[in-house]
């Protein structure tokens, strides 16, 4: 086989993986299964496999005994070899970017199991953050009072703009409750039906999937919802809450419960993960 068709292969095996990081980097696909930390590295990483492609092509290295008519004792990888290895690397990865879904179904959640309280998370310790910074940009010192709820984001409405996880927190610790309890709030998230602790069909789960790293590590964090009527979205739809946010006990532990005001549609948002 000649040393120029083998390059062509080689090449394109690259040039495949490369095109396909530098595609999710650039399509925004690349935010429902990695870590934003990692999204440079991905990039930079296509760039690399495209530039190694080029290299092969236009930059070859001396003839090393393999062309049809080498009188060495090495044996030329045959066609079937090459195109096999070539498919090997490059089929599975094409295939695998057309049919994998850009979010996780229900299956997937059921699957890995709801953490509906933040011990339930990988990493979690007891509340030790540092101070906040005060209204001047300064750091007061540590043990100094700061008045987080003044840094809490709120929408048009007055309404605590906050995700399930911050509410799980709140659940545990006291200066966050303090913050969340009663407040009017506006989550989005991922409409799944409540399994449990659900005797009238009035409470439904509301899912963001939390990562430390990537989709493969990817836990599905769960908020209750308490509504007037029954609801009956399609299981893992977007919608956006607004309600009061409430922590009773139940079961022994405190909870977050939001009582809802309004349960309506939304788009999934740019940034589906929580980190």
Known sequence: MNESVRRYFHAGALAVWGAVAMGFYFSGRIASYLHPSFH????????????????IIFFPLGQTCCE???????????WLGLILTTSL????LLA????????????????????????????YEPYTEPPLPNQDGSI??????????SYLIKNSAGQIETSPIDLLYAAHEPDMLADFENKEVEVIGQFFP??????????????RMFIMCCAADARPVAVTVKTKTPESFADMSWVRVTGRAT??????????????DSITP???PNESFIY
């Not at 049809?68 to 045959?78: L, M, V, W, Y």
């Not at 879904?101 to 990493?123: K, T, W, Y």
């Open 266 to 268: 939304c788009e999934a």
């Open 89 to 92: 690397l490059t089929i599975p």
């Open 194 to 207: 409540a399994k449990k602790n659900n005797p009238h069909g009035d409470r439904f789960s509301l899912i």
């Open 40 to 55: 440079g590295w991905t990039l930079f990483s296509g760039i690399i496999l495209l530039l190694l492609a080029a290299g």
């Open 140 to 149: 007061g010192a540590a043990g100094d009072a700061v008045d987080t709820g």
């Open 68 to 78: 049809d008519d080498c009188g060495g004792a090495h044996t030329p990888k045959s």
């Open 247 to 260: 922590f009773p006990y139940e079961g022994g532990n405190r909870v977050a419960v939001i009582v809802a």
């Open 96 to 123: 695998a970017v057309q049919i994998s879904p850009s979010q996780f179904g229900s299956v997937a959640v059921m699957n890995r199991g709801l953490a509906e309280s933040i011990i339930d998370l990988p990493g």
